[in-house]
T-cell receptor, first 111, second 113 residues
Framework: RKEVEQDPGPFNVPEGATVAFNCTYSNSASQSFFWYRQDCRKEPKLLMSVYSSGNEDGRFTAQLNRASQYISLLIRDSKLSDSATYLCVVTQGGGADGLTFGKGTHLIIQP | GAGVSQTPSNKVTEKGKYVELRCDPISGHTALYWYRQSLGQGPEFLIYFQGTGAADDSGLPNDRFFAVRPEGSVSTLKIQRTERGDSAVYLC???????????FGPGTRLTVL
């Protein structure tokens, strides 16, 4: 079983719409959770960390459900520039360790 | 300041050859990570350095892969007897310290013919 599962999409969404996607992780001992954004042929960049209490950054809201082991990302009022691949990421340990990435969800915002 | 840099940006080699990929982390970052990303996949962890030592090399796929960071700054990922399946983008990331946010370099696209 893959450690981090995401729907690869693509999600085709009209500009201005709200879009949400989730990912699930298999290791209940996972400690830290993130969403990264990756543009075509570019490196991943941190979008936001994810906390159980939920956190918001502008049009983006992330939520962690530890009991169900899933992480969500909500994008409101989507912009053309939001088109990218969104990678769900977890770390396994409490200290420093490598990031475990999902395959990514491909989002296309259409004018 | 300058971000993580990686050289070369592209590398084409023949099956069986040896390659070296270089990563220059952000100045002052003590933690350095190597990942490999195949087409349509998320990045896959290879190895993590804290300072000069490899703190976790559990992601290296086999003994053809080796990485060093002799002075605690620049790191080199070395691949011996390359195979076509090694073709991927090799990403390097650094962070100020353990468990801090990782910043990725642009990657080296390796193609093994």
């Amino acid at each position: 079983r893959k450690e981090v599962e995401q729907d690869p999409g693509p999600f085709n969404v009209p500009e201005g719409a709200t879009v949400a996607f989730n990912c699930t992780y298999s290791n209940s001992a996972s400690q830290s959770f993130f969403w990264y954004r990756q543009d075509c042929r570019k490196e991943p960049k941190l979008l936001m960390s994810v906390y159980s209490s939920g956190n918001e950054d502008g049009r983006f809201t992330a939520q962690l459900n530890r009991a169900s082991q899933y992480i969500s990302l909500l994008i409101r009022d989507s912009k053309l520039s939001d088109s990218a691949t969104y990678l769900c990421v977890v770390t396994q340990g409490g200290g420093a360790d490598g990031l475990t990435f999902g395959k990514g969800t491909h989002l296309i915002i259409q004018p | 300041g300058a971000g993580v840099s990686q050289t070369p940006s592209n590398k084409v080699t023949e099956k069986g050859k040896y390659v070296e990929l270089r990563c220059d982390p952000i100045s002052g970052h003590t933690a350095l990570y190597w990942y490999r990303q195949s087409l349509g996949q998320g990045p896959e962890f290879l190895i993590y350095f804290q300072g000069t030592g490899a703190a976790d090399d559990s992601g290296l796929p086999n003994d053809r892969f080796f990485a060093v960071r002799p002075e605690g700054s620049v790191s080199t990922l070395k691949i011996q007897r390359t195979e076509r399946g090694d073709s991927a983008v090799y990403l390097c990331a650094s962070s100020p310290g353990p468990a801090d946010t990782q910043y990725f370099g642009p990657g080296t696209r390796l193609t093994v013919l």
